[in-house]
């Protein structure tokens, strides 16, 4: 895998993180948020586990989508458990 692979793949866990949504209870008690929040990302990893590439150091270029595509799919079901809790994205 050549340099500008490396810088991309790097770039995007980095943008992907960056775009962390924050949530607030619809009834505006957002005591529970650490909680539910643990408990929605425990659910999603179950689910919809992020896929690791088999060299920890760099992903072949046959892997790079399923990391990809796994991070998304763990993302979505996060969101909608978050959802299912009452929360809204703010």
Do not use: W
């Not at 529970?32 to 690791?52: F, K, T």
């Amino acid at each position: 895998m050549n340099q500008i692979n490396k810088l991309m793949i790097v770039l995007g866990f980095t943008f992907l993180s960056g775009c962390a949504t924050t949530y607030s209870h619809q009834s505006g008690n957002n005591s529970n948020l650490s909680i539910d929040s643990r408990s929605c990302d425990n659910q999603a990893d179950m689910q919809a586990p992020v896929y690791l590439c088999r060299n920890p150091l760099m992903c072949a270029p046959d892997e790079t989508s399923l990391v990809f595509s796994s991070i998304a799919q763990n993302d979505a079901i996060y969101d909608q458990c978050m959802l299912q809790k009452g929360y809204r994205p703010q």
